[in-house]
């Protein structure tokens, strides 16, 4: 009798255990095949990082050769013991003539201008990824951790649909829809949301490993388990880009503690706050103001804003929606008054209790007309109306 009732419960238990993996296994594949997640989320991640490259190449245009050109030679020993593969020398190579180097610069410009414009994305991902990697890779001691961390995410982004919201290629896409043409990998599309599905996945994974990891190495130092490490942080010359705030805003113990405490409790359990909406608020609110903190008061704009582009994968679709929705109206008819040419005569209003169409003066009412003086007798008894005169605009 104990046996068989041993037995039942053994049956029982390896049931619901195989129940439960087959649910979650099932869950997971409708997760991954149903539909591409983070779509805006991966649209903002795409016009982020390339505004950061545009403006970062554009800002630095004036010292390009020293940083990266023939001017480099001072950092040619970091290049050859690097581990990236040796044909990125093909690329701004410091022996070429300048105007070559110059042409390849651009070029790198053009193409992050293509990634926020989302101009065949598929295509500029990969081309761009080599060629920041080439540059950078020249003058090892130019950048910080956001341009690893961008290397990296663009890689994953090569597998990633960016351009399926805000771009160009979406708006293509929609054309070729309403035209009735079929998409050539139509049949090919599950195996595209998967490989979009698993980079974000990669890409969540990747920015959590950043956090923890930086969490758990504070927490080892002395300072930020007494609260004060920002305050030394504001000390650093080289991280003070603003002394005079810095130092008001180290004298206050209790700030620097907040600062400190949050900075590590933010980071540390920035995954499990992902969980609930409710703290998910919190956890972007809260590390977006870190990445600002960072970026304006210790000069890490680049690091900062990187940061900031990779968390916006995070924040779900439908609030993407629901501001794109309240701000469409505004964003439509701001872009109806560039359209409208300056100078442009306006109609001319009309005048009260008269017709709501005018007709200039000698124009004949044809049988097809749509005016309705012959059948109603009244046209003898109006008065012929006077076209109101039109201003022509100075210098016209």
């Not at 341009?147 to 597998?159: A, C, N, P």
């Amino acid at each position: 009798m104990s046996s068989d009732t041993g037995a039942t419960g053994t049956t029982g238990l390896w049931a619901s255990a195989t129940g439960w993996v087959r649910s979650t296994w099932a869950a997971g594949e409708s997760w991954m095949l149903d539909s591409r997640k983070a779509s805006y989320g991966v649209a903002v991640l795409r016009i982020g990082f390339g505004l950061i490259i545009a403006v970062q190449l554009a800002a630095n245009w004036g010292d390009r050769s020293l940083a990266w050109g023939a001017g480099r030679t001072f950092a040619q020993g970091r290049v050859e013991v690097d581990e990236f593969p040796s044909w990125l020398d093909t690329f701004f190579n410091g022996s070429a003539p300048p105007w070559a180097f110059d042409l390849q610069y651009l070029a790198l410009i053009a193409l992050s201008v293509l990634l926020v414009l989302g101009w065949r994305s598929r295509i500029v991902i990969p081309v761009l990824l080599v060629l920041y990697i080439a540059l950078f890779r020249t003058n090892a001691y130019i950048g910080d951790g956001g341009i690893q961390l961008m290397r990296m995410v663009l890689l994953y982004m090569v597998f990633v649909d960016t351009s399926g919201r805000w771009s160009l290629d979406a708006r293509r896409r929609r054309a070729a829809e309403a035209a009735g043409k079929p998409s050539p990998s139509a049949s090919w599309a599950w195996l595209a949301t998967l490989l979009h599905n698993g980079a974000v996945v990669l890409i969540a994974f990747q920015i959590f490993v950043v956090y923890v990891a930086s969490a758990m190495y504070k927490i080892q130092g002395g300072m930020w388990q007494h609260g004060t490490a920002i305050y030394y942080v504001f000390q650093l010359d080289e991280f003070s880009t603003w002394p005079a705030l810095t130092e008001v805003m180290g004298r206050s113990g209790v700030l620097v503690a907040i600062l400190s405490y949050s900075a590590v409790f933010v980071q540390l359990f920035f995954p499990f706050l992902l969980l609930r909406r409710s703290t998910r608020i919190l956890a972007l609110v809260a590390i977006t103001g870190m990445h600002l903190g960072i970026g304006v008061l210790m000069g890490l704009m680049y690091f900062s804003m990187t940061m900031i582009a990779i968390d916006a994968i995070f924040i779900r679709d439908v609030t993407y929606q629901a501001v794109e929705r309240r701000l469409a109206p505004a964003l439509r008819r701001g872009w109806d008054r560039v359209r409208r040419r300056p100078g442009t005569p306006q109609a001319a209003p009309v005048p009260p209790g008269g017709d709501s169409v005018l007709q200039p003066v000698g124009a004949v009412t044809g049988h097809g007309s749509a005016s309705t003086d012959d059948e109603e007798g009244s046209s003898s008894s109006r008065p012929p109306t006077t076209p109101p005169r039109t201003t022509m605009p100075a210098g016209s």
